[in-house]
């Protein structure tokens, strides 16, 4: 009876896996990028120029770069984005909860935040999208409290904030919710900022 269900296990097929290309560019398990990111990855053209916002240890800027992209990464911590000269494109050190927005005029074929807010520079993290550009943004919400850290309302969006947040950009994908393991609050989007009117005839298709 072992044996048999050795055999079984053995010609069961494999769940299919996302390809994360060279797993030697993540420090551990927990660097890997979130689920929602890679989820809408393909939104973002290989060879993209990316922002990613808050970037801390970088796993999106590996992700990112591991997927052919040029990526600035922007966090105040110096010492963690010490890592990742040589693997990002541009390394900005600013603290924007204190200072200027330090990328004013430029703009990104993705703009990405993960796990970070601070109101007053979510209009210019939005207006770092570039025509046809992407936002890729996911973070605690409301009701956070109720299991853990982030508990501030300052660090936590209402409902539909990021929604107001993304006015004037094509919304690709968007929740609001509960997620189990670790037990969060988020909300996330997935949007883009379309150029020129879409041709009725040839309208974008954006897979989901």
Request: neutral net charge; contains cysteine.
């Amino acid at each position: 009876m072992n044996a048999l269900r050795r055999a079984e296990r053995r010609a069961a097929p494999k769940p299919a896996r996302i390809p994360l290309g060279d797993r030697s560019m993540y420090p551990s398990i927990e660097g890997l990028p979130s689920a929602w990111v890679e989820r809408w990855s393909h939104l973002v053209a290989a060879g993209a120029r990316v922002l990613d916002v808050a970037c801390g240890s970088g796993r999106h800027v590996r992700w990112f770069a591991g997927r052919g992209a040029l990526v600035t990464a922007l966090d105040r911590d110096a010492a963690a984005l010490e890592p990742l000269r040589g693997v990002a494109d541009d390394i900005i050190v600013a603290d924007i909860e204190h200072g200027p927005w330090p990328l004013a005029g430029r703009r990104f074929a993705a703009v990405l935040c993960t796990n970070y807010l601070w109101r007053p520079v979510l209009p210019a993290i939005v207006d770092a999208v570039d025509a046809g550009g992407v936002l890729l943004y996911e973070t605690f919400a409301v009701g956070n409290a109720s299991v853990g850290r982030p508990s501030n309302p300052d660090f936590l969006l209402r409902p539909g904030e990021l929604l107001a947040a993304a006015h004037g950009l094509r919304v690709v994908a968007y929740e609001d919710g509960f997620i189990d393991a670790p037990a969060r609050f988020v909300q996330r989007i997935a949007a883009v900022r379309e150029g020129a009117p879409p041709d009725a005839a040839a309208p974008p298709r954006y897979a989901l």
